[in-house]
């Protein structure tokens, strides 16, 4: 049965390398590396986009909430992943793209000041590397359920596939390679929606889901102040993102840049459902079971043959390491950009080499840190919280902002991030303060970081402008 997987995998990942490297161009700026020379169309935008923002949770860990809780697991990823591409596509796309900034921390500097853009970009790459994180967690444990391999082994090695081709060619080695995985992981999805569907109708999982006493199992609302932090967690968090940033600069025009996100939301939506679906139609798989692996996986082992069996285990690889290369990339852009080029001037005279180093820099951080973790959506959950209570305030504001406002930016970021970080250091046991964890933490950190911008936005309001 392993032999099956080793082949699958091997050409799989010929196939990503052959895609990411073999379509690179060759590149002399940041732009060329992080922003494909900005030409990205609405179809590339929108291949890419979707396969970034369906991950590991959208396969792993919603398909085993839907198995547990029915149609309210929609509001752990589906909900806020389809309502943060709206946003971004109807309000965010236009304003920023109109501004003249390449990263976020640009625009920061601009409303805020170096110190605040500073602090910022630290928030950012350490944002990115831990969402990195929490795919690798998904990937090792993945990967080791059907080779064989150790935890460490797996990580390992879906991380250096990841690496050897974002290193070679940066955002447009990325994009081609989530197009191919966008086709891999939604053949997967369908063909196993289908194929669960006609185990059993949908009246017949309800009579079961009552007699195993799981209440409110076609309730969406069910366990709602939960579910509601969690989505909105990740709406916050994902609604100012640097990964939507990033593709939104590197469109041809706005245009490009609203339709491929609308028709990522559409997908999205799409995707969820069958997500969603999948675990209610396996209830009558495994009501007399208790998993040892998730769902999707004992599917694989369990319950399909050969074909359907190989083609799922790639569908799930492709959603985790969609995700995964598109957060060392743009957590490799902050570093460059907003850390390198800023304190080393002379990184300018190398971008691409210096881009380069920051890839790997970036990917060997979100391996260390997916050594600590082990579970996919804390670890997600731990990666949201940290733009969600420290960035999103300041970071929503200075787009539409018209003045410098310092004071403003700094004590939301210090008192957000402040929070955020000290919860953070609590998850991991190396500084238990006994804060609400995630994500009952996120209206305190969130709350922190309104009350720092409302008392700097005083301050700044005070201050006699400069003649």
């Not at 009246?203 to 579910?227: P, Q, T």
């Amino acid at each position: 049965m392993k032999s099956q997987f080793f082949v699958f995998l091997f050409a799989y990942f010929a196939l990503i390398l052959l895609a990411g490297i073999g379509f690179s161009r060759r590149m002399k700026s940041l732009e060329d590396f992080f922003l494909a020379s900005r030409k990205l169309s609405a179809g590339l935008i929108y291949l890419s986009l979707t396969a970034a923002w369906f991950g590991a949770t959208s396969i792993l860990v919603s398909t085993d909430e839907a198995l547990k809780s029915g149609i309210s697991s929609f509001w752990l990823v589906g909900l806020p992943a389809v309502a943060t591409v709206l946003i971004l596509a109807v309000f965010l796309a236009k304003p920023l793209y109109r501004l003249s900034v390449m990263t976020l921390p640009d625009l920061v500097e601009l409303r805020y000041g170096r110190a605040v853009r500073h602090l910022s970009s630290i928030l950012i790459i350490w944002y990115m590397a831990v969402l990195a994180a929490s795919q690798m967690v998904a990937l090792g444990n993945f990967l080791g359920t059907f080779l064989g391999f150790s935890y460490f082994g797996s990580l390992a090695l879906g991380t250096a596939v990841v690496l050897l081709y974002s290193v070679f060619g940066g955002l447009r080695s990325v994009v081609v390679t989530d197009c191919v995985q966008f086709f891999l992981l939604t053949a997967g999805m369908i063909g196993l929606c289908l194929f669960l569907a006609g185990r059993a109708s949908l009246s017949e999982i309800s009579f079961l889901a009552a007699g195993l006493g799981k209440r409110g199992y076609f309730d969406f609302f069910h366990n709602i102040n939960e579910n509601f932090l969690i989505a909105l967690s990740f709406t916050l968090a994902w609604t100012i993102s640097p990964i939507a940033l990033q593709r939104i600069q590197a469109a041809r025009d706005v245009r490009e840049a609203r339709k491929g996100l609308s028709a990522t939301a559409a997908t999205l939506f799409l995707l969820y459902g069958f997500v969603v679906l999948i675990g209610i139609f396996s209830l009558p798989l495994f009501s007399r079971q208790a998993l040892a692996r998730p769902l999707v996986s004992e599917i694989i082992l369990s319950k399909v043959g050969a074909l359907l069996g190989g083609i799922l285990f790639i569908a799930v690889a492709s959603a985790i390491l969609s995700t995964m290369d598109t957060a060392i990339n743009t957590g490799a852009l902050a570093l460059t950009r907003d850390f390198y080029q800023q304190f080393f001037p002379s990184a300018k005279e190398r971008p691409v080499l210096v881009s380069r180093l920051a890839t790997v820099f970036v990917g060997a951080s979100a391996f260390l840190i997916a050594t600590r973790f082990q579970s996919i959506l804390k670890t997600i959950g731990l990666s949201s919280e940290i733009l969600a209570e420290g960035f999103f305030v300041p970071g929503l504001a200075m787009i539409f902002l018209k003045r410098p406002l310092p004071s403003a930016g700094l004590l939301s970021l210090c008192l957000g991030g402040g929070f955020a970080v000290l919860s953070f250091l609590g998850a991991i046991n190396i500084l238990p303060l006994g804060l609400p964890a995630w994500p009952f933490s996120v209206p305190y950190g969130l709350s922190l970081s309104l009350f720092g911008f409302v008392v700097g936005l005083v301050i700044d309001l005070k201050k006699k402008p400069r003649s």
